[in-house]
C-alpha cells in the first residue's frame, strides 16, 4: 500500500516563526500535493508538484512556499507564522495527471500558531 | 476559489438509519470522487464516477452522478457506527478541488 507520511501530528509555533511541515511517500508517485482543512470550507489547495524542483500554486498560495528537491519529499514552509495558518494540513500524492487519479493523503499536521 | 456545497453540513443518526448526502455545482465535471475522513486520519478514496447518470455501489453505499453532470448523492443503507466520519465530494476538472463535506455521526 501507498504510505504518505506526515512528520509531525501536532505542532505548535508561535506569531512570526518559520515554520517547515514536511511529507514523505513511498510509492514513486510524480504528483504531491498540500492542503488546508478548515471547518466548513473544505480542503483548499496551497501548492502542487508535478515533478522534482517543479510547483504551482493552488488556489491560497500566500503566505507558504514549498519545497521539492527529491521525489518523494514535498515540503511546506511558512515564512512568518501568522495566527490564521493555524489550520489541519494535509499532505497528498498520486502517480500521474489524469481525470481519475487517485490521490493518497497523509494523516495531517494539526498547527497551531499561538 | 471554487466552493463545491454539500448538504448537509451535519448528520446525527441511529444505526439503521438511511441517509442521503448531496454534493452541488453550477459547473460540468468530467468526473466526480468520493472521499471519507475518519477522525484523526487523511481522506480515502470511495469511488470515482465518470458518465453522467451513473450509479456505482459499493456495500451498503450507493453513488450517482447527475445527468448533467453538475451534482452527485451519496445514499447509505442502513447506517452503522463505521460509517462515521467525513464525507467529501472531489469534481474533476483540472486540478482537485474538494467539496465542504457532511459529517455523519452514527450512534449504536
Keep these: 500500500d501507498v504510505k504518505v507520511t506526515q512528520s509531525s501530528r501536532y505542532l505548535v509555533k508561535r506569531t512570526g516563526e518559520k515554520v517547515f511541515l514536511e511529507c514523505v511517500q513511498d510509492m514513486d508517485h510524480e504528483n504531491m500535493f498540500w492542503y488546508r482543512q478548515d471547518p466548513g470550507l473544505g480542503l483548499r489547495l496551497i501548492y502542487f508538484s508535478y515533478d522534482v524542483k517543479m510547483k504551482e500554486k493552488g488556489d491560497i498560495p500566500e503566505g507558504y512556499s514549498v519545497s521539492r528537491e527529491k521525489k518523494e519529499r514535498f515540503s511546506l514552509i511558512l515564512e512568518s507564522a501568522s495566527t490564521n495558518q493555524t489550520s489541519m494540513y494535509l499532505c497528498a500524492s498520486s502517480y500521474q495527471v489524469a481525470t481519475n487519479e487517485k490521490l493518497f493523503f497523509g494523516s495531517g499536521t494539526q498547527l497551531s500558531v499561538l | ?108
Design chain 2, 1 to 108: 476559489t471554487q466552493l463545491l456545497e454539500q448538504s448537509p453540513q451535519f448528520l446525527s443518526i441511529q444505526e439503521g438509519e438511511n441517509l442521503t448526502v448531496y454534493c452541488n455545482s453550477s459547473s460540468v465535471f468530467s468526473s466526480l470522487q468520493w472521499y471519507r475522513q475518519e477522525p484523526g486520519e487523511g481522506p480515502v478514496l470511495l469511488v470515482t464516477v465518470v458518465t453522467g447518470g451513473e450509479v456505482k455501489k459499493l456495500k451498503r453505499l450507493t453513488f450517482q452522478f447527475g445527468d448533467a453532470r453538475k451534482d452527485s448523492s451519496l445514499h447509505i443503507t442502513a447506517a452503522q457506527p463505521g460509517d462515521t466520519g467525513l464525507y467529501l465530494c472531489a469534481p474533476r476538472q483540472g486540478k482537485l478541488i474538494f467539496g465542504t463535506g457532511t459529517r455523519l455521526q452514527v450512534f449504536p
